[in-house]
């Protein structure tokens, strides 16, 4: 299971946000064991339907991102101002995500765990309007909600796995406090649909962009929209309460902006946990450091998998999946 945890300062400066906080000044929180079980459904959209869901994940009155109909996380409104579309970067590029990797001898896949692109996706200059645009993807998905429960099941032909991902935040009626946490959990469900063991891993990529809300922005030469904000950031691997992630805040962004705050992503898997504070820049013609992001893998058992480096921080989880076996690999952010 993943964990996101972000606090930003309301005008009033209270400490608001979404996912789950990892060694919070504001909260303090332990790990349960996440027991996989079927969930309620009012409502399924089959592939037809799915390009205008989100799903909202986080407290009352602390902000939220969004689950997308195909899996994605959008619309991240964490910052005291409305930030529709506003997936952390310029669009088409390494905004968050999750993606899986499989192995059975030496076939291997890596897929993001999303669904397939709609038609209109390609409409662009450069035919990248979208985030991710040059990563394989499930070839159908299809969503089902009873909020704030929303599950996107992932199927494809040509893979190994079928993939049911699961998110919510809590809601409990008549308790404000529980119910106001600034956290949304996910949890991703990796079924074997061969009739032979493989290694599975899921990792998560994330960067780290306190000091960003979607509302400060430049434009480069071509026309597309660079958001603002961000200085000095920094990231830090902590781990407490059954918890393990990387706390991202900032020493750079002005401790008055409403944008100013941090932000985790956290695993309670248990076992050997790797690391990284950074990671080389993506960009023309350039390498170097880039202190604003990292990686964080997790590995169950002695099962050794390759690291993925696919964008920015990143937490991932090595499994054994049996022939026929389903297995939960539950993630949760705040």
């Given at each position: 299971?993943?964990?996101?945890?972000?606090?930003?300062?309301?005008?009033?400066?209270?400490?608001?946000?979404?996912?789950?906080?990892?060694?919070?000044?504001?909260?303090?929180?332990?790990?349960?064991?996440?027991?996989?079980?079927?969930?309620?459904?009012?409502?399924?959209?089959?592939?037809?339907?799915?390009?205008?869901?989100?799903?909202?994940?986080?407290?009352?009155?602390?902000?939220?991102?969004s689950l997308s109909g195909r899996g994605e996380l959008c619309d991240w409104e964490i910052m005291n101002v409305p930030a529709r579309t506003f997936s952390t970067i310029t669009n088409g590029n390494d905004a968050p995500f999750f993606s899986i990797y499989t192995r059975q001898?030496?076939?291997?896949?890596?897929?993001?765990?999303?669904?397939?692109?709609?038609?209109?996706?390609?409409?662009?200059?450069?035919?990248?309007?979208?985030?991710?645009?040059?990563?394989?993807?499930?070839?159908?998905?299809?969503?089902?909600?009873?909020?704030?429960?929303?599950?996107?099941?992932?199927?494809?032909?040509?893979?190994?796995?079928?993939?049911?991902?699961?998110?919510?935040?809590?809601?409990?009626?008549?308790?404000?406090?529980?119910?106001?946490?600034?956290?949304?959990?996910?949890?991703?469900?990796?079924?074997?649909?061969?009739?032979?063991?493989?290694?599975?891993?899921?990792?998560?990529?994330?960067?780290?962009?306190?000091?960003?809300?979607?509302?400060?922005?430049?434009?480069?030469?071509?026309?597309?929209?660079?958001?603002?904000?961000?200085?000095?950031?920094?990231?830090?691997?902590?781990?407490?309460?059954?918890?393990?992630?990387?706390?991202?805040?900032?020493?750079?962004?002005?401790?008055?902006?409403?944008?100013?705050?941090?932000?985790?992503?956290?695993?309670?898997?248990?076992?050997?946990?790797?690391?990284?504070?950074?990671?080389?820049?993506?960009?023309?013609?350039?390498?170097?450091?880039?202190?604003?992001?990292?990686?964080?893998?997790?590995?169950?058992?002695?099962?050794?998998?390759?690291?993925?480096?696919?964008?920015?921080?990143?937490?991932?989880?090595?499994?054994?999946?049996k022939e026929g076996q389903s297995l939960s690999l539950p993630l949760r952010s705040a």
């Open positions: 299971m993943y964990y996101f945890n972000f606090w930003y300062r309301k005008a009033l400066r209270l400490c608001i946000g979404s996912l789950l906080s990892l060694i919070s000044p504001c909260s303090t929180l332990s790990a349960d064991v996440w027991k996989p079980a079927d969930w309620p459904v009012l409502k399924s959209y089959d592939a037809a339907h799915l390009s205008r869901i989100a799903l909202p994940l986080g407290g009352i009155g602390t902000g939220t991102v001898g030496e076939t291997v896949h890596t897929t993001l765990l999303a669904g397939p692109l709609s038609a209109n996706d390609y409409e662009h200059y450069e035919g990248r309007p979208v985030n991710h645009h040059g990563l394989p993807r499930f070839s159908s998905a299809s969503f089902q909600g009873a909020y704030p429960m929303g599950q996107v099941l992932l199927q494809d032909e040509d893979l190994p796995v079928s993939v049911r991902i699961k998110a919510f935040n809590p809601l409990i009626p008549g308790d404000a406090e529980r119910s106001g946490l600034p956290l949304a959990v996910l949890s991703y469900e990796v079924t074997n649909k061969t009739d032979a063991s493989m290694e599975v891993a899921v990792c998560g990529s994330l960067r780290n962009f306190v000091g960003r809300d979607g509302s400060n922005n430049t434009r480069n030469w071509k026309g597309d929209v660079i958001p603002l904000g961000a200085k000095k950031n920094r990231n830090t691997f902590r781990q407490a309460h059954g918890l393990k992630g990387i706390y991202m805040d900032s020493e750079g962004v002005d401790t008055t902006s409403l944008a100013w705050g941090n932000l985790s992503l956290v695993t309670a898997e248990e076992g050997e946990v790797t690391y990284r504070t950074s990671s080389v820049r993506n960009d023309w013609g350039i390498i170097e450091v880039s202190p604003t992001s990292v990686t964080l893998e997790v590995i169950r058992g002695t099962i050794s998998l390759k690291t993925l480096t696919v964008g920015t921080k990143s937490l991932r989880k090595k499994i054994l999946l």
